[in-house]
């Protein structure tokens, strides 16, 4: 099936310290997703990511797409204390045919946690 | 512009009372999601509408239907509810499939 596994599950960082986290698959995503979930509100995009190799940056974010396309990486420069959250990565989720719709598959969530 | 919202916020069912958690966007998206996120689970699907009359199966669809009789909203309904179903639950839209999928604030629902 199509599963992405994160790691780690949660991270406990001081401010100011650069943060890297990964998400892999035993399946080939085309389209690569990183989100951020706030406490007690919904994920919003960060970055995404379309083209094998492809390495995008969204202020103190980076993220990269895999050579593989098994796999992807999101990096936090420099944290700070409104960065913590839940980050998921995440991908279109094929249909028999061939078809997402829209429709993604997400990682289990990596837990930033970020003391001052 | 209210983007997606979300009714209601929380909710406590007794096992075997239904509800349905209402959904709304003001964007003219014409793809719509219902999630469920649960502990170290992260998201998971439960149905999508590709638009205004359309609604299909997502990958926990299980003692769930919905139906998307307006553009604007979706709604997620729970005949019999069951404690595995508690859970938060997000709604997202998108303008097309592979569009960014705009998420509302979710609902925390608890069946006892």
């Known amino acids: 099936g199509q599963q992405l596994n994160q790691s780690p599950q949660s991270m406990f960082i001081q401010e100011g310290e650069d943060v890297s986290m990964n998400c892999t698959s035993s399946s080939i995503f085309n389209t690569w997703l990183w989100y951020k979930q706030d406490p007690g509100e919904g994920p919003v995009l960060l970055i995404a990511?379309?083209?094998?190799?492809e390495l995008t940056s969204n202020g103190r974010l980076t993220a990269q797409f895999g050579i593989t396309r098994k796999d992807s990486f999101l990096n936090i420069s420099a944290s700070i204390p409104s960065d913590v959250g839940i980050y998921f990565c995440a991908g279109p989720r094929r249909s028999a045919g061939g078809t997402s719709y829209g429709k993604l598959t997400f990682g289990q969530g990596t837990i930033l946690t970020v003391h001052p | 512009n209210a983007g997606v919202t979300q009714t209601p916020k929380f909710r406590v069912l007794k096992t075997g009372q239904s509800m349905t958690l209402l959904c709304a966007q003001d964007m003219n998206h014409e793809y719509m999601y219902w999630y469920r996120q649960d502990p170290g689970m992260g998201l998971r699907l439960i149905h999508y509408s590709v638009g205004e009359g359309t609604t299909a199966k997502g990958e926990v669809p299980d003692g769930y239907n919905v139906s998307r009789l307006k553009k604007q909203n979706f709604l997620l309904g729970l005949e019999s509810a069951a404690p595995s179903q508690t859970s938060v639950y997000f709604c997202a839209s998108s303008p097309w499939p592979q569009g960014t999928q705009y998420f509302g604030p979710g609902t925390r629902l608890l069946v006892l």
């Open positions: 990511l379309y083209k094998a190799g």
